[in-house]
């Protein structure tokens, strides 16, 4: 009987903790919504004109092996790269 009831309250707690976490990410959203706030993008860098011409130039790349390797597989590299290259622009890597 300690059993079923130890269980029953483990259950119990990750369903509350489910909800709860939940209703805090919609209310975070909601109140960034409501002030205006929308998550930032890197500055100058356009994430869709990044991908295009990834999509267009990436057969051409010295590293790309094309019998192994599809564009999708070195998507999250490149899109790491231009990330990076918005968020730290102007600093000196070394």
Do not use: C, N
């Not at 805090?24 to 356009?46: F, N, W």
């Amino acid at each position: 009987m300690a059993t079923d009831l130890k269980g029953l309250v483990a259950g119990a707690t990750k369903v509350v903790g489910t909800v709860v976490g939940t209703a805090a990410g919609v209310a975070a959203g909601a109140a960034q919504a409501l002030v205006g706030k929308t998550p930032r993008q890197p500055k100058g860098v356009d994430p869709m004109a990044e991908e295009l011409y990834w999509r267009e130039h990436f057969a051409a790349e010295p590293y790309f092996d094309g019998a192994r390797y599809s564009f999708d597989d070195y998507l999250p590299a490149w899109r790491t790269g231009w990330e990076g290259k918005g968020k730290y622009a102007g600093r000196i890597v070394g």
